[in-house]
């Protein structure tokens, strides 16, 4: 049984990208924004899924999944995703960081 909150991987190795933020106070048309980034990322050639969380004090986490550097360079590229990052630093983010890594061993369970 799959569950829908978990993203559904090949077998490795492929590329995750971490994305660590701290909000700030209020939505400023943040929620909407991550509801089309959500759509669009699952649009792009190479991208695999992502998984994502946020406590009750603006903490998250962020994984997005993806089977090349060439995929997250071009997604990094696209024209709506630049407009969104810009915003983020702006706007949404008190701090964040980003890191990319390869995913050499992957398993679980359920």
Do not use: C, N
Not at 10 to 17: G, H, I, N, R, S
Not at 43 to 54: F, K, N, T, V, W
Request: aromatic share 12%.
């Amino acid at each position: 049984m799959s569950d829908p909150a978990f993203a559904t991987t090949p077998e490795p190795p492929y590329y995750a990208v971490i994305f660590s933020s701290r909000r700030t106070v209020g939505d400023e048309g943040y929620a909407r924004m991550a509801e089309r980034m959500a759509e669009l990322a699952a649009q792009q050639p190479g991208y695999l899924g992502a998984e994502s969380a946020r406590d009750a004090d603006g903490f998250g986490i962020t994984v997005s999944y993806w089977s090349s550097p060439e995929a997250i360079a071009d997604w990094k590229a696209h024209a709506e995703h630049a407009v969104a990052r810009e915003l983020g630093r702006r706007v949404w983010y008190e701090h964040f960081e980003l890191r990319v890594a390869r995913v050499e061993r992957a398993y679980g369970k359920g």
